[in-house]
């Protein structure tokens, strides 16, 4: 690949045939971070946190009027619980479509089937309509390399909407937590992440209660056993999201930062006099220090001693976090897989930590690191596109400009990787064993065919072949296109073909 190959296909998203060929590769790059808008029209047109929060907040108000008029014990989980079966039928493309069936006037008082269709409607609203404004602004981006980081900061800080109570917030926690913080410091993009209610409720921090905290002691005095201190975020925080798997810290670590944690919470999914003596009073979906949850007393955490009362002793945790020479080497280690391989150079992954740890956990200065290496400009395709990205890729070597959020979600699913919909907090694999499959490659097949048959004569792959890889497309794709039959195959033929499934 020549590196402006490198520059559009390596750290973009794919290059437009109605865009003009970077004369400078690296300078095209740096110059993103001036033309990069976290707030680009089609995000800014999305519903906002207040309305979909409010909206959950309805529905667990609705389930707990439902509990004390004594509907049974067995059908009361979907409240608290995932939501397996609303997430397949609302992200098949024919369940999107208006007209669905009116609810049974019997159903009303049946909480599985009022969970599935809160499910599905804040699927159908909110989570398709954010898939299809996350699509619409990779496509027309001017700084499609920050996009780029944009998507690999939602996958290192992944949720899975998975969870009932996440469906219409999944898209905002990259909105709001990662997009204002993708050029800034890495510090400032974990305490937003960790503040938002998605991460909140997808990791259950929302319900964690302090056992000598003033509601887990009049829960314990009551012989409430449902009540106590959930260590998920904490875990996560400290094993996917900073320090990295077993790097200095044990159990007795998690637990006690779990313990500092507690009291961080969202407001206003709880209502009446339960949330006033909780303290979680306040606008549905923000975020709350509830003080009655939270856990008193010093913590011990990796040695140091953290004597803040409150809020801040978490966050001084975090702080420390942020800043560990582990979490910098995580992080740098992540970004150079991305960029230049499933086995980074540990060269290049010192040389970023370093960059990481001398700035203060400084993003543009790491991604300039990243930019000057010579790992990240080797000739050879380095990474399979994973199913995101040859997605995006294909919509833009189309031209086209805005996508029917239906159609991409739709496409996501067949292809296998849903929209922050990972199954688990570690995210999508970032390595090619993960996408390379004989079976992911046949749907790809099938869908460079779908769009070559929606194109028809309309676009003759062998002119558009070298606009998307100047300098770049072997002997072997030249000839396949010369040799195609119709422009629909040849074009079937350019999406995957070798240079179209790697970067």
């Given at each position: 690949m020549a590196d402006v190959g490198i520059a559009l296909n390596r750290f973009g998203l794919g290059a437009r045939p109605d865009e003009a060929v970077p004369g400078d590769p690296r300078k095209w790059l740096l110059g993103q971070f001036e033309t990069f808008d976290p707030?680009?029209?089609?995000?800014?047109?999305?519903?906002?946190?207040?309305?979909?929060?409010?909206?959950?907040?309805?529905?667990?108000?609705?389930?707990?009027?439902?509990?004390?008029?004594g509907a049974p014990q067995d059908r009361q989980r979907p409240a608290a619980m995932a939501a397996p079966a609303m997430a397949q039928d609302r992200m098949a493309p024919n369940a999107m479509a208006p007209g669905t069936k009116a609810?049974?006037?019997?159903?009303?008082?049946?909480?599985?089937?009022?969970?599935?269709?809160?499910?599905?409607?804040?699927?159908?609203?909110?989570?398709?309509?954010a898939v299809g404004?996350?699509?619409?602004?990779?496509?027309?981006?001017?700084?499609?390399?920050?996009?780029?980081?944009?998507?690999?900061?939602?996958?290192?800080?992944?949720?899975?909407i998975d969870k009932v109570q996440v469906v219409g917030l999944g898209g905002l926690l990259e909105f709001e937590a990662i997009?204002?913080?993708?050029?800034?410091?890495?510090?400032?993009?974990?305490?937003?992440?960790?503040?938002?209610?998605?991460?909140?409720?997808?990791l259950d921090q929302a319900q964690s209660v302090g056992p000598n905290s003033v509601v887990g002691a009049r829960a314990a005095g009551r012989g409430n056993r449902n009540l106590g201190l959930n260590e998920n975020l904490a875990r996560e925080i400290m094993e996917l999201h900073t320090l990295g798997v077993r790097t200095g810290y044990d159990q007795a670590d998690v637990t006690e930062f779990?313990?500092?944690?507690?009291?961080?919470?969202?407001?206003?999914?709880?209502?009446g006099l339960r949330a006033r003596f909780a303290g979680v009073e306040g606008t549905a979906g923000d975020f709350i220090f509830a003080a009655p949850l939270h856990e008193p007393g010093a913590r011990t955490i990796m040695g140091k001693i953290y004597g803040q009362n409150g809020e801040g002793q978490a966050q001084a945790v975090l702080n420390d976090l942020a800043a560990h020479p582990a979490t910098a080497t995580h992080i740098a280690t992540k970004l150079a897989r991305h960029f230049t391989g499933d086995a980074p150079s540990p060269a290049l992954v010192q040389r970023m930590q370093a960059a990481f740890v001398k700035t203060g956990g400084d993003l543009p200065s790491v991604y300039r690191v990243l930019i000057d290496s010579p790992e990240a400009w080797a000739a050879e395709p380095a990474k399979f596109k994973t199913p995101w990205e040859w997605s995006i890729s294909a919509y833009r070597a189309l031209g086209m400009k805005t996508v029917q959020p239906q159609a991409v979600t739709g496409l996501l699913n067949q292809l296998g990787q849903p929209a922050?919909?990972?199954?688990?907090?570690?995210?999508?694999?970032?390595?090619?064993?993960?996408?390379?499959?004989?079976?992911?490659?046949?749907?790809?097949?099938?869908?460079?065919?779908?769009?070559?048959?929606?194109?028809?004569?309309?676009?003759?792959?062998?002119?558009?072949?070298?606009r998307l890889f100047p300098a770049?497309?072997?002997?072997?794709t030249t000839q396949s296109l010369a040799r195609a039959e119709s422009a629909g195959q040849a074009l079937a033929l350019l999406l995957v073909a070798p240079e179209f499934m790697r970067r």
């Open positions: 707030k680009p029209q089609a995000i800014a047109a999305q519903p906002n946190r207040q309305t979909i929060a409010g909206e959950l907040a309805d529905y667990l108000d609705q389930v707990r009027m439902l509990r004390q008029q609810e049974d006037p019997a159903d009303a008082n049946d909480p599985v089937k009022q969970a599935r269709r809160f499910a599905q409607r804040q699927a159908r609203d909110y989570y398709v309509g404004a996350r699509a619409s602004t990779a496509l027309v981006t001017p700084a499609p390399f920050v996009e780029r980081l944009v998507h690999f900061w939602a996958n290192h800080f992944a949720i899975s997009r204002p913080h993708v050029l800034g410091r890495f510090g400032d993009m974990l305490n937003a992440v960790e503040r938002h209610p998605a991460m909140l409720l997808y779990a313990r500092a944690m507690t009291g961080w919470s969202v407001a206003g999914l709880t209502r922050w919909k990972p199954g688990s907090p570690a995210g999508y694999d970032d390595i090619a064993a993960s996408w390379a499959g004989p079976d992911a490659i046949l749907r790809r097949v099938e869908a460079a065919e779908r769009f070559s048959a929606k194109a028809g004569e309309q676009i003759d792959a062998r002119a558009l072949a070298p770049t497309l072997s002997t072997g």
